[in-house]
């Protein structure tokens, strides 16, 4: 190609490309163009805005939130926040179960990630193991803090809580609404009850303290409105609302005296220890438990009705504070079972499965078969039934048992006697808050009940199989080898562990000096999780 060829094609690429540039500039210049014309346009709009105006304050005018509005503003001077500090001296860590690694806390709660296991057995939140403690295995003591909530029912400074709020700490705090930032108020125990999860403790006030008004738990109905108020997370003067779910909740196996009122106000950690009120402003319940898989609300929640709070109440603070429980020396089955009705022929009532010797029961002629059907010609078809008459009868007092023997009714006279005092023998121990249902404590220093149905199925255990962990003693052997409540013993040294006269007989046969080897399914663990060996020698 010659040069003058050559020079007319690079002109016409050259055009060509100007001529390109040219129509993306055009382009680009009309979609700008476009563009700023509908942002000016928009802009153009704005005057057209009507501002907004903010209308005087007022309360709604719906009888229900006014209501609750009321409640909220007489209630929460009377609910206070309760910080404790508590003293651990041991920690464990357990090792071979996911997400089981925290070390154990003081009492009964800890820190495990038991999860719907602790709800399940232990139905408390808020106390000892949920705390800000720093440390590890071996390091030697640390301090464990609490929170919780709780209801001045004195304006001399008097304040009912849970028992599981203030238990085993070594300081206990407490601040009023009122109160500024970082003001606090040491408080004391007054008493606490084991049985009903109650406490009672006192702030010394140079000035009369706002109380609540108490009401009676008899006369609320499934379905009533109710209020639940308290420190949720710490969170301080929470109020939510909800309707009572259920009365009469049986939640944990042989707690005779706790029987709650179910309601589905949201209570979470921290709530524990404060009021259930109704639309009258009156406390009827103090929120002691939840049910849930993840230890936070879940619409389940349950109160002790305040019918046993006063009762409770009025003995923790009397001379004694203690409270004093009348007893005939029986025991029955937690659980109520069809079939022994059907064996025994009793029908109706409370078969009697054990007698302790020399009580008032044997000494009125009462047998093992014996069917309670009723007291003072009240008739009773259920355990907790029973209990309840009898255990707030004096103890001295007398009272008529109507009973069923192969099948023929007759009737007995039976002398009341002290709860703590009749049991405490057969405890081996001075237990002020013994109850008919609660087995001896092992060599061990545990305390287990046989699996019922219910347990195996949540569980996920053969029905019959293994024990459950009641309660571990402080400084006990079983702590030492890092068993906790709730766990399930399957095995010790080999041998299946299917009952408590099972696990009393292998116990009894060791001696100091041995290996005991417990197979154990932790608390919390689900069957994936598998088994775990605790193990020590024996004192």
Known sequence: MDSGAMWMRMKAHRWVYTLSILATLTVGILIGTLISSEVKGKEGQKGDATPLALPAAQSTNNPLSQAFAQIAKQLEPSVVNINTESTIKNVHRRRGVPGQGQGQGPGDDDDSGGGGMDDFFNHFFGGPGQGLGQGGPGEGPIRERSLGSGVIVDSKGYILTNRHVVEKADRIRVRFEDDPPGVQHDAKVIGTDQETDLAVIKVEVDHPLPAAKMGNSDGMQVGDWVLAIGSPFGQAGTVTAGIVSAKGRDIVPGRQFQTFIQTDAAINPGNSGG?????????????????????????????????????????????????????????????????????????????????????????????????????????????????????????????????????????????????????????????????????????????????????????????????????????????????????????????????????????????????????????????????????????
């Open 275 to 539: 009021p259930l009120v109704n639309l009258n402003g009156e406390v009827i319940g103090i929120n002691t438990a939840i049910l849930s898989e993840t230890n936070a609300y879940a619409g389940i929640g349950f109160a002790l009705p305040s019918k046993t709070v006063v009762d409770v109440y009025n003995q923790l603070t009397g001379p004694e504070h203690k409270v004093s429980r009348g007893s005939i020396g029986i025991m029955f089955d937690a659980v109520e079972n069809p079939a022994i009705a059907r064996v025994y022929g009793s029908g109706s009532g409370v078969p009697i499965s054990s007698v302790v010797a020399g009580s008032p029961a044997d000494q009125a002629g009462l047998k093992v078969g014996d069917t309670i059907t009723s007291v003072d010609g009240k008739k009773v078809t259920k355990g907790s039934e029973l209990v309840s008459d009898i255990a707030v009868r004096k103890p001295g007092s007398k009272i008529s048992i109507g009973f069923l023997r192969n099948g023929k009714p007759q009737e007995t006279a039976v002398t009341v006697a002290d709860r703590a005092k009749l049991f405490a023998a057969r405890l081996g121990e001075d237990q002020e808050n013994a109850d008919d249902n609660t087995p001896k404590p092992s060599k061990f220093g545990i305390t287990v009940r046989k699996v019922t149905p219910e347990m195996a199925d949540r569980l996920d255990i053969p029905a019959g199989k293994g024990v459950i962990v009641q309660d571990v003693k402080p400084g006990s052997f079983a702590e030492d080898v890092n068993l906790a409540r709730g766990d399930i013993i399957l095995e010790i040294n080999k041998q299946p562990v299917n009952s408590e006269d099972e696990f009393s007989r292998i116990e009894s046969n060791m001696k100091s000096g041995q290996d005991v080897v417990f197979l154990v399914r932790p608390r919390g663990a689900s069957k994936q999780d598998g088994t775990i060996f605790d193990a020590g020698t024996l004192p």
